[in-house]
């Protein structure tokens, strides 16, 4: 059949589409006449549609507008947006159902990623790193002599663990981390943990991030302490002089703890940039 359509200016031949309504099948058609303008559109054209359905006639020039109420495109044009959209449909899917790869690594290609990173952050420190396999799993040893505090060292390495361990159900559980471009690393992925006790954990993409599983379960940190009975002799002596210290030497206490334990906690947390003073406040006075 053959249908009128008030639209802008197409020319005979052109191959259109049409998308369709209630009670019209989509088709595929050419217009073969150009009409004079009339009261409702300054151009309307005949156009023949090969699915052969009925179309009322008098449709505005709007059903050629681009928008929710399109009825009728170029047939070029209408195809290009189809693949446009099938494009992005692609992409789309692709990103959604394709789970980023996980690359997994060894114990000592873990140990092998930490050396330079402690390196770079403290310059002039001799770190020992050193990575041990066992049954049903393995961890990686670090050690240094004074230089940077447990505090300082622990945030920069939790990255590069490749579980957690639930206490309460004395249960691992295995995660997986972000290894970024700067060589640090952050946690990516963890279920959670039988009970609940450790909650589950899910996080973005950082840019330039690869999704890695490291291959030790856990990292211990020990620092070491060159000059532990000069620096414990130094915080005992600091203490006493300066807290209300109850009962005889060596048996002292300040409030509830042991002279000889707070001045021990001092020697393992000092900092070489602080003064006894700054120590002391920090360790025992403030208790960070």
């Not at 692609?90 to 990623?113: D, G, N, S, W, Y």
């Not at 070491?224 to 915080?235: G, L, P, Y």
Request: net charge negative; glycine share 8%; with cysteine.
């Amino acid at each position: 059949m053959i249908a009128t359509i008030a639209t802008t200016d197409y020319q005979v031949g052109d191959r259109i589409y049409y998308t369709g309504d209630v009670a019209n099948h989509p088709s595929k058609g050419v217009i073969i006449k150009r009409n004079e303008p009339d009261r409702f559109a300054p151009v309307n054209y005949d156009i023949w549609l090969d699915e052969d359905k009925h179309i009322s006639r008098g449709i505005y020039h709007l059903s050629f507008t681009l928008g929710p109420g399109q009825r009728f495109w170029l047939l070029s044009e209408w195809e290009a947006d189809q693949q446009e959209r099938i494009t992005q449909s692609i992409a789309t899917m692709k990103q959604v159902a394709t789970p980023t790869e996980t690359r997994h690594l060894t114990v000592a290609e873990t140990a092998k990623l930490i050396r330079p990173l402690l390196t770079k952050q403290f310059p002039g420190v001799k770190f020992s790193v050193r990575s041990k396999s066992y049954s049903g799993g393995a961890s990686i040893d670090i050690s240094w002599t004074d230089g940077p505090r447990g505090k300082e060292v622990d945030p920069i390495i939790a990255g590069f663990e490749g579980a957690s361990f639930d206490g309460m159900n004395d249960l691992k559980t295995n995660q997986e981390s972000w290894l970024l471009p700067d060589g640090t690393a952050g946690l990516a992925h963890r279920q959670e943990s039988c009970g609940g006790s450790i909650p589950g954990y899910e996080s973005e993409r950082p840019s330039g991030a690869e999704r890695v599983s490291f291959g030790a379960d856990y990292i211990f940190t020990s620092r070491e302490v060159s000059n532990w009975d000069e620096r414990e002799f130094t915080a005992l002596k600091h203490i006493r002089e300066h807290c209300k210290c109850e009962g005889e030497q060596p048996d002292d206490r300040f409030g509830n703890d042991w002279v000889s334990s707070l001045a021990r906690r001092m020697v393992r947390d000092f900092d070489v940039k602080e003064t006894i003073e700054e120590t002391f406040d920090r360790v025992i006075i403030n208790r960070q």
